[in-house]
């Protein structure tokens, strides 16, 4: 563990930093202050999401430049929710020896006390860019899609191979570095398989379900009666879209706009793909639509391998059941050059009940059942600890 003395460090976004051994202070326009102690020399700004601020930073007894994520849950139960998810995944990925592909936490900064536990500071590797950012500064090369849809579909094997969902797969959850290394991360709306269906009592899988409508598979819009893995292999063919073009394959303003790019391109539904509609007001949305025919991908894409074209095909069907798996992909042409079945390692499955706090939200047992759930990490269990004080 880092040491706990609190120092308030300040991050900048674009000025000098003055450098001590003590933590340092930066000035900036916009002061983010951390409180991570004397070892870690605060440097950037380098991310900041709706419930996290991520900086750059210098280990200071290693030399190691490290990412430290600072987020401030508690304020807000699901905030509180998927920071647990996250951590409790990325312990476990980690531990099955799997986390080639998705970003490590190295460290969790302890606080001294529980009364200061305000805030939540993991250490994680240093990733310099995302795909979001990539792929609005520059054009990526067929090569370099290959790559980092290659390294993506590695992290959803181990993933999937757990019975686990990322559910949230986009560009910017696609870490990088100047090595072209990719790293998959935020895990926090992440769920076991087994316990991700929004039938009959309608646990919550959707019900925080805000992730960017652009890579969400139709299903998820149309609310079918199982989510499956294959929710995940449509983002993935998603990104590779928007690897080959430079711009989103089906950027809806709305639920209903979004539907409407999604049939625009696949087509209107076949009777089978009608009927696996599981909910009578989506079927009725969908019959009260216009007749649309299907458009291939080689006109929306006639300058891409042809090998992308048709893992473009086999990864945006409209029928989950005929969409590839992770391990298909893996194996599709398009990936020939680094696929490698014993260089891609699994997990194993993951017992249900991992996740079961998912299923307890609305009951005062439900922050109990945390604390009996990891007491064997001091990090995981103090945060628990403060959840149920909450």
């Known amino acids: ?3 706990t003395t609190q120092t308030q460090t300040e991050a900048k976004s674009a000025s000098k930093t003055k450098h001590s051994h003590a933590a340092s202070t930066v000035a900036a326009p916009r002061k983010v202050r951390f409180n991570v102690g004397t070892q870690y020399q605060v440097l950037d700004v380098v991310g900041e999401g709706a419930y996290g601020i991520v900086c750059s930073a210098v280990h200071r007894p290693s030399g190691r430049k490290v990412a430290i994520k600072k987020i401030a849950p508690f304020d807000h139960s699901m905030f509180c929710l998927r920071t647990l998810r996250e ?10 020896g799997v986390s080639e592909n998705i970003i490590s936490v ?6 001294p006390s529980l009364d200061a536990f305000k805030e939540v500071y993991l250490i994680q590797e240093l ?7 990539v792929i609005r500064t520059q054009d990526l090369s067929d090569d370099h899609a290959q790559y980092f849809i290659y390294q993506t ?8 191979s757990a019975d686990v969902i990322h559910r949230d797969l986009k560009p910017s959850n696609l870490l990088l570095n100047a090595n072209c290394d990719l790293k998959v991360c935020d895990f926090g709306l992440a769920r076991s398989v087994k316990t991700a269906e929004p039938s009959g009592t ?3 899988f959707m019900t925080e379900y805000v992730a960017t409508r652009w890579y969400r598979a139709p299903e998820i819009m149309l609310t079918f009666k199982q989510y499956t893995k294959a929710i995940d292999v449509w983002s993935v063919g998603c990104i590779l879209a928007e690897m080959l073009s430079g711009k989103p394959l089906f950027p809806g303003r709305d639920y209903h706009h979004q539907l409407t790019l999604i049939l ?7 009777l089978d793909e009608f009927y696996a509609i599981t909910t009578r007001r989506s079927r009725d949305y969908i019959r009260a639509l216009p007749f649309r025919k299907k458009r291939p991908f080689s006109q929306i894409f006639p300058n891409a ?7 473009l095909a086999k990864t945006l069907t409209f029928d989950p059941k005929k969409r590839i798996t992770v391990e298909d992909a893996l194996a599709h042409p398009y990936l020939e050059a680094y696929h490698d079945p014993d260089d891609e390692p699994v997990a194993p499955p993951l017992d249900p009940e991992f996740f079961e706090f998912d299923l307890h939200k609305d009951d005062i047992s439900y922050h109990i059942l945390l604390i009996a759930y990891s007491p064997y990490d001091s990090y995981i269990h103090c945060y628990l600890v403060h959840c149920k004080r909450k």
Do not use: Q, W
């Open 1 to 3: 563990m880092p040491d």
């Open 153 to 160: 579909l590695r992290a959803l094997k181990a993933l999937h």
């Open 127 to 133: 990733m310099e860019t995302d795909m979001h950012r």
């Open 87 to 96: 951590l409790k995944l990325l312990k476990f990925l980690s531990e099955a």
């Open 305 to 311: 391998n042809p090998l992308a074209v048709d893992f």
């Open 106 to 111: 190295l460290d969790i900064i302890k606080p």
């Open 202 to 204: 309608e646990t919550g």
């Open 264 to 270: 625009d391109v696949l087509g209107t539904p076949t």
